[in-house]
């Protein structure tokens, strides 16, 4: 890059070799079969035109402190966004939780059934299935932001007419058409993410908005202990409708915001100057798996269908999601079940955040140090192992054994640090636009048939212990430890491979 400006950021061309220190993340590194040799120049025939006019011939390394400045730039603008829409994403999908135990299935007696009150969770992720590659097909070719903040006022909307729903059918349409609009949450995501984010940054900021979960529990978890206080009479809107329209009318007016502040892309990015655009596609050139690439490639296809990573990445989200949209779906009525009380049970709920917080943030700590994503996942599915023996062999027989259930029911929640740190694994790990869009659509469609499972396995007539449901984790535990052994010979196979081609070729 030429650069005049005698002020304008520092860069050094990096057409030289260097002797650099060896990535211990490598045995979990596997890109697109045409990634070779890392490259200097790039091939204008298949970049993106927009993104040609940013993108220098030859490539350039960054200062570190230049580099620093733009990840506070990009922290600034895009994080935020991307944080505080998956907490409300997570706190509009999660509020049934809280509602089922704020009278709504009083008012509704056909949600009494569980396996009716459980499709209102499941309805959502056949809606998400059903637009799950349509989604990520418009993603690919429209305006990011803008797509995701339309959505985000169509799913507002949809959120304040559960307030007039009065019954089962009507439900299910709202929760559907929810599903249906938030789809497009967690693979726009992941596309902003490898589109601003570097390749070693990226398990961080997957954590940051995904821990979200977590945030919506305790947020969420305060506000309905506050809603329940509300009594109806003399108030003219029962505490579950007041909770529904409330968070409706916060949502649109964040999708209003959406459309305002968040770039497209880097390149259309009006906030920050011609020269900092073309830094930050520097920035992520090295990540070698594409800013934005609007022509489709059919080999890739078939390539994305052959890699078994693929599939590993899709067992990794239903092993994981299976458990925690049940655990979600029915957190408030399990605790209930331990002999709390409502009130008693939405803040006891808040914990929930905190646990998953504390989970997703210190498994990212630990694979930032040790750069082994799979060892630390494996690591995190141990708790979950012990805590559902425990929830399946306890009789809830006096107050000890009620705070050892209820502890129990916290830890199983570890497991989760492996659906996050999975996504992340997919950003990193898949090179070419259209290979991404394919195996990002298969691993929202593995992970829309989890969310979708998971509450049917919490029979009434199993209550309150659910040892059907807690069966069912179990299995899905013993299987994501088979997948993720499998997963890390697989990639250590590949890289030693891969290795050995390129001593040949130097």
Not at 96 to 111: K, N, Q
Not at 228 to 249: D, R, V
Not at 477 to 482: E, G
Request: charged share 15%; proline share 4%; hydrophobic share 45%.
């Amino acid at each position: 890059m030429a650069v005049n400006d005698s002020n304008a950021p520092k860069v050094v061309s990096t057409t030289g070799s260097s002797t650099e220190k060896k990535d211990i993340s490598r045995v979990e590194r596997v890109l697109s079969i045409d990634d070779g040799l890392e490259k200097n120049h790039i091939n204008y025939d298949r970049i993106d035109g927009e993104l040609a006019k940013y993108a220098n011939a030859t490539r350039v390394d960054i200062s570190p402190e230049e580099n620093k400045r733009l990840k506070r730039l990009i922290d600034r603008r895009v994080l935020p966004i991307m944080i505080f829409t998956y907490f409300l994403q997570a706190l509009d999908k999660g509020t049934m939780s809280f509602t089922s135990i704020m009278g709504l299935r009083d008012d509704v007696p056909a949600l009494q059934d569980n396996s009716k009150f459980g499709w209102l969770t499941t309805c959502i992720y056949i809606g998400v299935l059903i637009v799950e590659y349509p989604t990520n097909w418009i993603i690919q070719r429209v305006p990011i932001a803008k797509y995701l903040g339309a959505n985000i006022i169509l799913w507002s909307t949809t959120l304040a007419l559960h307030s007039v729903c009065k019954s089962f059918p009507a439900f299910v349409a709202v929760r559907t058409l929810l599903g249906i609009f938030e789809a497009v949450c967690q693979p726009t995501f992941l596309v902003l993410s490898s589109m601003w984010y570097k390749r070693e940054e990226q398990a961080q900021i997957v954590t940051f908005w995904y821990m979200m979960n977590g945030g919506q529990q305790i947020v969420g978890g305060l506000l309905a202990y506050c809603f329940t206080l509300i009594k109806s009479p003399p108030s003219p809107l029962k505490s579950w409708q007041a909770i529904f329209i409330t968070y409706g009318c916060v949502s649109v007016l964040w999708g209003a915001f959406v459309l305002y502040w968040l770039p497209d892309s880097p390149m259309r990015a009006k906030c920050y100057s011609e020269e900092d655009k073309k830094l930050m596609v520097e920035r992520v050139r090295s990540n070698q798996t594409g800013i934005q690439n609007k022509t489709f490639r059919a080999y890739q296809i078939k390539e994305a269908l052959l890699d078994p990573q693929t599939y590993c990445y899709m067992l990794i989200q239903i092993c994981t999601t299976l458990p925690t949209s049940g655990l979600g779906a029915f957190s408030q009525i399990v605790i209930k079940g331990f002999k709390f009380n409502t009130l008693e049970t939405q803040l006891l709920a808040m914990v929930l955040g905190v646990v998953i917080i504390i989970t997703l943030l210190s498994s990212t700590y630990f694979v930032k140090k040790t750069g082994q994503n799979l060892l630390i996942m494996l690591a995190y599915v141990v708790p979950s192992f012990v805590g559902t023996i425990v929830l399946m062999t306890v009789r809830n027989t006096g107050k000890a054994q009620q705070a050892g259930l209820l502890i129990s029911y916290y830890i199983v929640l570890s497991f989760w640090a492996a659906q996050t740190l999975g996504m992340s694994l997919l950003t990193r790990n898949v090179g070419g636009q259209t290979k991404k869009t394919v195996c990002v659509a298969a691993n929202f469609i593995a992970w829309s048939a989890g969310n979708a499972i998971g509450p049917q396995v919490f029979l009434t007539r199993d209550a309150p212990r659910y040892f059907i449901a807690f069966s069912t984790h179990m299995g899905c535990y013993v299987l994501l430890v088979a997948v993720l052994l499998f997963l890390r010979w697989n990639l250590m196979s590949r890289n030693r491979e891969k290795e050995r081609l390129q001593a040949q070729i130097a």
